[in-house]
Structures are given as structure tokens and as C-alpha cells.
């Protein structure tokens, strides 16, 4: 099975803070994603990678950045944690384009 | 208007009974996925679709493209099946996921 595995379940901030968030998916895809999840919104696409070094943006990637000197790793950076981005974040790989997605089982972060 | 729109918000059922959720949406696609997402967060992938008609264990999909709407059935429902159900479609034109809000169903036994 693929598995998808995100460093943490639950994560307490400080405002201002650095935050990382590590994803790791152990089935050589191609791609990877990060997406957040906010009550009565769907999930929204932050950052995407399709390839070692090579980043998308998504439709929210203000105040984020991400890193992927891996294939298997995918990293998303707060470089200054604020209150609103509180929020459940996902990551998710997929094998190519128009494919299945394999979600983690997500960070729920709390900035205070 | 949010371009997936899923129904009902919110469903609660009976151990046994058979459930249906509704996602109806605006773009044109080349594919459908149906996700669940139990309380812990993690998200599974149930289905992808673009065309008819899918079942695997007690769980069905379908998919009418001319009317742009899917139907999410569980047959038999257990309390083991409650959980958040999310639609998503891939767009043709920008290739990207676009999700709907999701359908709560709690199954009581």
C-alpha cells in the first residue's frame, strides 16, 4: 500500500514563528501536493511539485513556501506563522497527472 | 457559487439503511473522485470516475456527464462508515482538483 506520512498529527504555534511541515511518501511519485482544509471550504491547493526541485504554485500559496530536495520528501514552510493559518493541512502524492491521490493523514496546526 | 456543490451538508442514518450523497457541478471534467475522510484527518481515496458506473463492496458511484452529477450510494450502512465524503472533479481546461465542502454522515447502530 502507499503510504503517505506526515511528521505531525497536531502542531501548537506561536505567531511569528518558522513552521516546517514534512511529507513523505514511500512510492517514488511524481508528484506532491499541499492543500489546507478550513470549515465550509474545500480543500484548496497551496503548493505542488512534479519533480525533485521544481514547485507550483497552487490557488493560496501567499505567506507559504515549500521545499523538495528529495523525490520522496516535501516540505512546507511557514516563514512567519499568523493566527490565520490555523487550519488542517494534507499532503497528497500521485503517480502522474490524472491520476489517484494519496492523501497523509493531515497536521492539524494551531497558531496561537 | 462554489463550482462542486455536494448534498446533504450533513446526513444521519440508521445502522442498515441505504444512503445516498449528491455532488452536481459547473465545469467541464475529465474525471470524477469520490474521497472519505474519517475524524482523525486522513483522507482515502474511494473512487475515480469519468464515465457510468463503479461499485466495490457495498459502496456504488455514479456519474451522468450531461447532467454534471454524481451519486455517492452505501448499501447496508454501518456505524463504521461514518465519516466525511468528498467530492472532487479534475477541471478539463486547468487539469486541477477542485473540491467540494464534503457530506457528514453518521451512522447510528
Known amino acids: 500500500d502507499v503510504k503517505v506520512t506526515q511528521s505531525s498529527r497536531y502542531l501548537v504555534k506561536r505567531t511569528g514563528e518558522k513552521v516546517f511541515l514534512e511529507c513523505v511518501q514511500d512510492?517514488?511519485?511524481?508528484?506532491m501536493f499541499w492543500y489546507r482544509q478550513d470549515p465550509g471550504l474545500g480543500l484548496r491547493l497551496i503548493y505542488f511539485s512534479y519533480d525533485v526541485k521544481m514547485k507550483e504554485k497552487g490557488d493560496i500559496p501567499e505567506g507559504y513556501s515549500v521545499s523538495r530536495e528529495k523525490k520522496e520528501r516535501f516540505s512546507l514552510i511557514l516563514e512567519s506563522a499568523s493566527t490565520n493559518q490555523t487550519s488542517m493541512y494534507l499532503c497528497a502524492s500521485s503517480p502522474g497527472e490524472r491520476t489517484e491521490a494519496f492523501f497523509g493523514q493531515g497536521t492539524r496546526l494551531t497558531v496561537v | 457559487k462554489n463550482e462542486v456543490e455536494q448534498s446533504p451538508q450533513n446526513l444521519t442514518a440508521q445502522e442498515g439503511e441505504f444512503i445516498t450523497i449528491n455532488c452536481s457541478y459547473s465545469v467541464g471534467i475529465s474525471a470524477l473522485h469520490w474521497l472519505q475522510q474519517h475524524p482523525g484527518g486522513g483522507i482515502v481515496s474511494l473512487f475515480m470516475l469519468s464515465s457510468g458506473k463503479k461499485k466495490h463492496g457495498r459502496l456504488i458511484a455514479t456519474i451522468n456527464i450531461q447532467e454534471k452529477h454524481s451519486s455517492l450510494h452505501i448499501t447496508a450502512s454501518h456505524p463504521r462508515d461514518s465519516a466525511v465524503y468528498i467530492c472532487?472533479?479534475?477541471?478539463?481546461?486547468?487539469?486541477?482538483?477542485?473540491f467540494g465542502t464534503g457530506t457528514r454522515l453518521q451512522v447510528f447502530p
Open positions: 512510492m517514488d511519485h511524481e508528484n
Open positions: 472532487a472533479v479534475r477541471a478539463s481546461i486547468t487539469d486541477k482538483l477542485i
